[in-house]
């Protein structure tokens, strides 16, 4: 018998699963990441398919659930990194996300 606790989680969690496949959907289009339905997709499978084994077998364990659920977007996460800074050549004297080309090596060589 299926009782009405399950059922709410399993309703809270197909609307956040598929919250979190709209989401990405949106952002992916947003910065023109390509194929923006596939990878809504496959945070859609990993996140549904984490949902599913929490309500389906028993034993499952939650450390592992969590390894399946991060997955997909993990997965997105670099491919929206890549499509952002992927054309950009390498700088091997500045952090990627510091200032750019003005290392305290430089400064102190001109001086």
Known sequence: MVSLQGVAIAVVG????????????RDATRLEVSRPALWAG???VTCGGGLALYLGPPDV???G???IVVGGPALYL???DDTR????????????DGPGG???SERQRDE
């Open 14 to 25: 197909f609307a956040i699963v598929l919250g979190c496949a709209g989401i990405v959907y």
């Open 42 to 44: 496959i945070v859609f």
């Open 61 to 63: 364990p939650i450390p």
């Open 65 to 67: 659930l969590l390894v």
């Open 78 to 80: 670099f491919e929206r």
């Open 85 to 96: 800074h992927g054309d950009e050549p390498p700088d091997p004297h500045s952090l990627p």
């Open 102 to 104: 003005d290392s305290s």
